[in-house]
């Protein structure tokens, strides 16, 4: 691979285009997907994007009130996709949990239970096995002022069955709840679930001799609703697109099938609708390069690796002849590398460690050419290395424990 033909400022100067937040299902989504489009047919690349539904959620009413042994209402952030509370709300005792580790946990039936972030489907199935009534999360930093006082706006990933009702309470009110001794609370929430229109961007270089076995490099393009989503992921975006304008100049032996993804954000809905709809051809399929979270400055770069455990070792040899330092974890990657691997697809995320994930200074500003063309020039490397290489160099098929723990995230 020639690392001189690997731009940051390139990628950069594409990243400035998408200083808006795109929220899966809002014009503001479709019309990145629109710019990704022009971008690809500027560089001669033909794409086409192929729609899918995703659940909607509008929180009409989220209150929370501690009840005993005083009475005050905190603002709060009603969790999106968990459905209705009773009219009038729910009235019960409240209950710290922390960790939500089992001993706290043993002490949640019947009790409105406020938990540490993240809310993931785990932690909501373990509180309501536990007997939970409601849940709280908490959120910020206790060194918030102003806007950042508010929670944002969230929601839980699509689950089959969501039996409790829970919000997002700011970290600084946490604690003075549990610090005033709140013994009894009453949580209100009321949304309305509607359908919005969300599309993968798909672009494929074929290969020359090898063109039947088709490699993907991914990543996501929408944000959350809270931040612009720089970091996560426009710059995961502008490294595979950097990295489809090297391939189109110098054609792989094996196909190379660039997807920008919408609805990740949502719960990994664009990567599963892809593995979905093209579950056929699947088998086809090597291995999935996916970028989540990149481009800041300061940092380090961790490749984690849901595939047999020679791919780790396969990919710190490749960074170690380019002298580039990362390190590798042997996991399931919470991103939409976890829908290939679901689909037994060998599959890894390259991932930057960086502030501001999820939140509103998740800005352009924070982010460094210089580490969008490392991050390029690794990437590139790895796929341009396994796109020429005669015979795939690691077994196709996901460890059993990895396939359980994808089952369990989901199968839902
Ligand atoms: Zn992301």
Redesign the pocket.
């Given at each position: 691979m020639n690392f001189n033909e690997i731009s940051g400022q390139r990628q950069l100067t594409f990243m400035q285009q998408f200083d808006y937040i795109r929220e899966a299902g809002t014009p503001a989504e479709l019309q990145a997907a629109q710019t990704i489009q022009q971008e690809l047919a500027a560089f001669g690349v033909d794409s086409h994007t192929e729609e899918f539904e995703i659940d909607t959620c509008q929180i009409l009413e989220a209150t929370f009130t501690v009840t005993e042994p005083y009475e005050k209402t905190y603002t709060i952030a009603g969790y999106g996709r968990c459905g209705n509370t009773p009219d009038g709300g729910i009235e019960a005792p409240f209950l710290y949990a922390e960790n939500g580790d089992d001993i706290s946990l043993s002490y949640a039936r019947g009790k409105i239970v406020m938990v540490n972030n993240p809310m993931r489907p785990d932690m909501y199935q373990k509180l309501v096995k536990a007997g939970a009534v409601a849940f709280l999360t908490v959120t910020g930093d206790p060194i918030d002022e102003g806007v950042d006082r508010t929670p944002s706006a969230r929601a839980l990933p699509p689950m089959a069955e969501t039996p409790i009702q829970g919000a997002a309470l700011h970290h600084i009110d946490a604690a003075e709840i549990v610090t005033r001794g709140a013994e009894r609370a009453r949580l209100t929430l009321k949304q309305q679930s509607g359908k919005a229109t969300s599309r993968n961007i798909i672009a494929r270089i074929p290969g020359t001799d090898l063109a039947a076995e088709i490699l993907t490099l991914t990543a996501?393009y929408d944000s959350v609703p809270a931040g612009k989503g720089a970091y996560?992921?426009m710059a995961g975006c502008a490294i595979i697109m950097e990295l489809c304008r090297y391939f189109k100049a110098h054609q792989p032996r094996r196909t190379l099938e660039f997807v920008w993804f919408g609805a990740?954000e949502k719960g990994l809905v664009g990567s599963r609708s892809y593995v979905t709809a093209h579950e056929d051809e699947l088998v086809h399929h090597m291995f999935n390069m996916n970028v989540?979270?990149a481009g800041q400055l300061i940092g380090g770069t961790v490749v984690g690796v849901t595939g047999d455990a020679a791919i780790c070792h396969m990919i710190e040899y490749m960074a170690h002849e380019i002298g580039m330092g990362m390190s590798t974890k042997n996991q399931i990657w919470g991103?939409d590398s976890n829908s290939f691997a679901w689909k037994g697809v060998p599959a890894m995320t390259l991932n930057r460690d960086g502030y501001g994930m999820h939140t509103r200074h998740d800005t352009i500003e924070l982010i460094s050419p210089w580490s969008l063309q490392r991050s390029a020039q690794l990437l590139g490397y790895i796929a341009d290395r396994l796109a020429q290489i005669p015979v795939m160099p690691f077994p196709r098929q996901i460890p059993e424990e990895f396939t359980n723990q994808l089952n369990r995230f989901l199968n839902r």
């Amino acid at each position: 691979m020639n690392f001189n033909e690997i731009s940051g400022q390139r990628q950069l100067t594409f990243m400035q285009q998408f200083d808006y937040i795109r929220e899966a299902g809002t014009p503001a989504e479709l019309q990145a997907a629109q710019t990704i489009q022009q971008e690809l047919a500027a560089f001669g690349v033909d794409s086409h994007t192929e729609e899918f539904e995703i659940d909607t959620c509008q929180i009409l009413e989220a209150t929370f009130t501690v009840t005993e042994p005083y009475e005050k209402t905190y603002t709060i952030a009603g969790y999106g996709r968990c459905g209705n509370t009773p009219d009038g709300g729910i009235e019960a005792p409240f209950l710290y949990a922390e960790n939500g580790d089992d001993i706290s946990l043993s002490y949640a039936r019947g009790k409105i239970v406020m938990v540490n972030n993240p809310m993931r489907p785990d932690m909501y199935q373990k509180l309501v096995k536990a007997g939970a009534v409601a849940f709280l999360t908490v959120t910020g930093d206790p060194i918030d002022e102003g806007v950042d006082r508010t929670p944002s706006a969230r929601a839980l990933p699509p689950m089959a069955e969501t039996p409790i009702q829970g919000a997002a309470l700011h970290h600084i009110d946490a604690a003075e709840i549990v610090t005033r001794g709140a013994e009894r609370a009453r949580l209100t929430l009321k949304q309305q679930s509607g359908k919005a229109t969300s599309r993968n961007i798909i672009a494929r270089i074929p290969g020359t001799d090898l063109a039947a076995e088709i490699l993907t490099l991914t990543a996501h393009y929408d944000s959350v609703p809270a931040g612009k989503g720089a970091y996560d992921n426009m710059a995961g975006c502008a490294i595979i697109m950097e990295l489809c304008r090297y391939f189109k100049a110098h054609q792989p032996r094996r196909t190379l099938e660039f997807v920008w993804f919408g609805a990740e954000e949502k719960g990994l809905v664009g990567s599963r609708s892809y593995v979905t709809a093209h579950e056929d051809e699947l088998v086809h399929h090597m291995f999935n390069m996916n970028v989540d979270l990149a481009g800041q400055l300061i940092g380090g770069t961790v490749v984690g690796v849901t595939g047999d455990a020679a791919i780790c070792h396969m990919i710190e040899y490749m960074a170690h002849e380019i002298g580039m330092g990362m390190s590798t974890k042997n996991q399931i990657w919470g991103s939409d590398s976890n829908s290939f691997a679901w689909k037994g697809v060998p599959a890894m995320t390259l991932n930057r460690d960086g502030y501001g994930m999820h939140t509103r200074h998740d800005t352009i500003e924070l982010i460094s050419p210089w580490s969008l063309q490392r991050s390029a020039q690794l990437l590139g490397y790895i796929a341009d290395r396994l796109a020429q290489i005669p015979v795939m160099p690691f077994p196709r098929q996901i460890p059993e424990e990895f396939t359980n723990q994808l089952n369990r995230f989901l199968n839902r």
